[in-house]
């Protein structure tokens, strides 16, 4: 009967041994959630950088060329900046310019378009035009502000 008592002591201490060993892999489980709280930290950054990013955005503009003006006429970006412009003309011959930020486009025919990117480096408002011919003159101007 000692012999039983002490084999059954000892498969009780091998038991409560395993459900100790059972809790050693649950615990370093719960160590594992500090790293996890890491990605939510990165996760913040990239959310920071996110918003890093739209203080110089990427601003896409579609302008109308047509005898003699444009469309929009005026368009208003954020200083810094990227002016994307699609200048697509619809009728007879022109361009788009825009001295201050050193932005032209080819002079193209009625259905082609050409894409131009600058950077609005300074706060103003700036003339854009048409430089070919007497068009600017004819009032082929826009306005671009940048604020
Ligand atoms: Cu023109």
Redesign the pocket.
């Known amino acids: 009967m000692m012999i039983g008592g002490i084999v059954l002591l000892v498969v009780v201490l091998i038991g409560a041994f395993m459900l100790m060993s059972r809790k050693g892999p649950a615990s370093s489980s719960q160590t594992s959630n500090s790293p996890t709280l890491a990605p939510t930290q990165a996760a913040i950054q990239e959310g920071t950088k996110a918003e890093e990013k739209t203080e110089g955005a990427i601003k896409s503009f579609e302008v109308d060329?047509a005898?003699?003006k444009f469309t929009p006429s005026t368009f208003t970006v954020n200083e810094g900046d990227t002016v994307k412009i699609t200048f697509k003309n619809t009728q007879?011959?022109?361009?788009f310019s825009l001295d201050e930020f050193n932005a032209k486009s080819k002079?193209i025919s009625a259905g082609q378009e050409d894409v131009l990117q600058f950077v609005a480096s300074k706060k103003g408002t700036f003339q854009y035009y048409?430089?070919?011919?007497t068009?600017?003159a004819?009032g082929?101007v826009g306005t671009l502000t940048v604020n």
């Open positions: 060329g005898n003699f007879g011959f022109h361009n002079t048409c430089a070919v011919g068009h600017k004819m082929m």
